[in-house]
């Protein structure tokens, strides 16, 4: 069995109501749900939270929210892998036979069912224990700069003057999905680690949204894809 795993707990302070809060015509949290639905990858789809209106929210746009999240699985400091592996144990209770558990952000409103699908399929290697989604860096990290007191100086001064084309190319997680074996969010493996497959997505479709402004550029980038959208099919 393979089951969606959507965390949204109801605390966020940075911007109230982040998860259920409209977005491009839609609650935050329902872009990450109809994804999941649409990709066909999941037997059921849950959402982790521990506000109870999020929970009946969740279930307005056909996800399930069978548990709370217990309070001390939702503060401000709480990782997301103790996060998964409660929701795990939770549904192992009326569902035993659960082997891969895809942890989907509540925030990823670029989120696509063929990410998902590509996630999985990478999930077909038995070695791997997880498969992340990632982006590349917009620049390469190794000329980063640092400023104290005022003064410049680079991280990695060796590479002044090496070509860009040179270096290796960085990446980050894109704060979409996880797909993960069941034994490994229970053991409460590193995702970071070397059993981990990436999911390499486009920067044009990844937004971490943590401020207002963060917010503001992803409705920015959303309405200009759903434009972009509309032209091509005119």
């Known amino acids: 069995m393979k089951v969606a795993v959507i965390p949204a707990r109801g605390g966020s302070k940075r911007i109230p109501g982040k998860n259920t809060k409209d977005f491009c015509g ?14 066909g990858c ?35 400091f709480t990782p997301l892998v103790p996060v998964i592996a409660h929701a795990t144990s939770e549904l192992q209770k009326t569902s035993p036979a659960i082997d891969l558990v895809c942890c989907i952000y509540a925030t990823a409103p670029f989120l696509q069912a063929d990410d998902l699908r590509c996630g999985l399929e990478a999930m077909q290697d038995e070695t791997v ?30 590479h002044y003057n090496t070509r860009t084309q040179d270096l290796t190319p960085a990446y980050h997680d894109a704060a979409q999905f996880v797909w993960g074996r069941r ?10 680690a070397s059993r981990t497959r990436p999911v390499i997505l486009p920067p044009g479709r990844v937004q971490d949204i943590d401020t207002v402004e963060d917010w503001q550029h992803a409705e920015w980038l959303f309405r200009a894809r759903q434009l972009s959208r509309v032209q091509r099919v005119a």
């Open 26 to 39: 839609k609650p935050m949290i329902g872009w990450s749900i109809e994804a999941s639905l649409n990709s």
């Open 183 to 192: 034994e490994a969010w229970l053991a409460g493996k590193a995702v970071f």
């Open 129 to 158: 224990e997880y498969a992340l989604s990632v982006t590349s860096y917009p620049y390469p990290i190794q000329r980063a700069l640092r400023i104290d007191q005022g003064e410049v100086s680079m991280f990695n001064p060796e």
């Open 42 to 76: 999941f037997d059921r789809v849950v959402v982790s939270t521990d506000d109870p209106q999020t929970a009946r929210m969740a279930e307005q746009l056909g996800a399930e929210a069978p548990f709370l999240r217990p309070p001390a699985l939702a503060d401000d």
